[in-house]
């Protein structure tokens, strides 16, 4: 099992970034596709970035690419979401979300809901216009 915790949520101007971060506790001595989804109010919760192991890969929803970049530092066992350039339409909970993998492939990315079996319970990020 792993336990997921988000941090790094708030209030931000629309221009400007947060740095989101998912500390993850439990058996994280095994391999792991790490993601970030968000879900606003009224809409379906949609996949935002996710990362392979220690970063064999990164990819991204179109929606996001060149604004935000997700990272990992295993020593910490802590995934992050830097997000700049925000817009309004980036509020949102944002969720971290792990899976764990037998081998870090890049042949493989993982952007739907149900490829991941732990979830974290959110962070609210709101961008004022």
């Known amino acids: 099992q792993v336990q997921l915790v988000e941090s790094g949520g708030g209030l931000v101007q629309a221009g400007g970034s947060l740095r989101l971060s998912c500390a993850a506790s439990?058996?994280?001595?095994?391999?792991?596709?790490m993601g970030w989804f968000r879900q606003a109010p009224g809409k379906e919760r949609e996949f935002v970035a996710g990362i392979i192991c220690d970063g064999t890969s990164t990819y991204y929803a179109d929606s996001v690419k060149g604004r935000f970049t997700i990272s990992k530092v295993n020593a910490k066992n802590t995934v992050y979401l830097q997000m700049n350039s925000l817009k309004p339409e980036d509020a949102a909970v944002y969720y971290c979300?792990?899976?764990?993998?037998?081998?870090?492939?890049?042949?493989?990315?993982?952007?739907?809901?149900?490829?991941?079996?732990?979830w974290g319970h959110g962070t609210q990020v709101t961008v004022s216009s």
């Open positions: 439990g058996r994280t001595s095994s391999d792991y596709a």
């Open positions: 979300s792990a899976r764990r993998l037998m081998v870090c492939s890049r042949s493989y990315y993982y952007a739907g809901e149900s490829d991941y079996a732990y």
